[in-house]
């Protein structure tokens, strides 16, 4: 049985609404179904799971310990009583200083924004060297680094400690940084050499037939390309940073201890009754600088793992 064909110059256009592009799309479902139901109930059910915690923490810190005492754990304050965050933020004890956790917040900030800023740019500079300047043994030095990327931190932190302690800078803020960036290098270094290794080798050719060098190339070629590598690069080592307790306890000093140790002191200095709502709010402090990054920037973080910032 013989079939006709149309001639690709004769065949007549297609609408556009019939165009190949606008019917891979399916038509949009108009009935709510068991299924859709379900599956909204699902997700209803998984996220007041997970947002309990929080919840009860919220609730807890605005009331006081008298309505505490008596009343359910999921009940709403009779009034707000913000009382518990001021106490929390400038006079709760932590150890024989009752400054709150303050001080925390301010050592954080000063060990966070230089760990940052150069673990991601030591990361983004390895990882163009071993994507575009590839060297003997290049490949070795990665895998290097990959292996120091899943190593557990207890495995490094006595010889750091005995190393830091010889060069004389153990218990200071450049000894928190400076270990930040060692155990920051591998991660940022493995997604920004992915991230690289997606990019058109053709690029860095045209780059190089123009005479531009290794630095040259990467601030004005590779450099303004890696915004969306950038923000995840970021995102992730802001949050370990602030929320890292033992390299903070272990090699930052006594003045210089960071938030989360300071919320472990505020916790655990209580004398007499323990004061949930205080230690609550200490704990929502705390936690506020990822919660609030992750609010700001999550459309850019799934926009960086859409671009191949984590693709290998």
Not at 104 to 120: K, R
Request: charged fraction near 10%.
């Amino acid at each position: 049985m013989s079939r006709s064909i149309v001639p690709a110059a004769t065949a007549p256009a297609l609408p556009l609404s019939d165009t190949p592009d606008a019917s891979a799309r399916g038509p949009r479902p108009r009935t709510v179904g068991v299924g859709r139901v379900g599956l909204y109930a699902f997700l209803v059910i998984a996220a007041a799971f997970f947002l309990l915690p929080a919840g009860v923490m919220v609730l807890t810190s605005l009331k006081s310990m008298d309505e505490i005492r008596v009343g359910s754990i999921f009940a709403l304050p009779q009034s707000l009583d913000f009382s518990a965050w001021v106490a929390a933020w400038s006079s709760a004890c932590t150890g024989l200083s009752c400054d709150g956790i303050r001080v925390g917040f301010w050592n954080s900030v000063q060990i966070l924004v230089p760990s940052v800023f150069l673990s991601i740019a030591a990361g983004a500079i390895v990882g163009y060297a071993l994507s575009f300047w590839r060297v003997r043994g290049a490949n070795v030095l990665f895998a290097v680094l990959l292996i120091g990327a899943f190593m557990p931190y207890q495995v490094f932190i006595y010889p750091m400690v005995r190393t830091f302690s010889a060069v004389g800078i153990y218990n200071s803020l450049a000894c928190i940084v400076i270990i930040h960036v060692i155990f920051g290098l591998p991660i940022m270094t493995l997604l920004f050499r992915n991230f690289y290794a997606s990019l058109p080798q053709e690029l860095f050719n045209a780059a190089r037939v123009d005479g531009a060098g290794f630095w040259r190339i990467f601030a004005h070629v590779m450099l303004p390309m890696s915004t969306p590598m950038l923000i995840v690069a970021a995102i992730l080592q802001i949050t370990h940073i602030w929320n890292d307790f033992i390299l903070g306890l272990v090699f930052a000093g006594r003045e210089n201890l960071p938030m989360t140790v300071q919320l472990n002191n505020v916790v655990n200095s209580t004398y007499g009754e323990r004061a949930y709502n205080l230690n609550m709010a200490a704990t929502i402090l705390t936690a506020a600088v990822p919660l609030v990054v992750y609010f700001v920037s999550g459309r850019w973080f799934v926009r960086g793992i859409a671009a191949g910032a984590v693709k290998g």
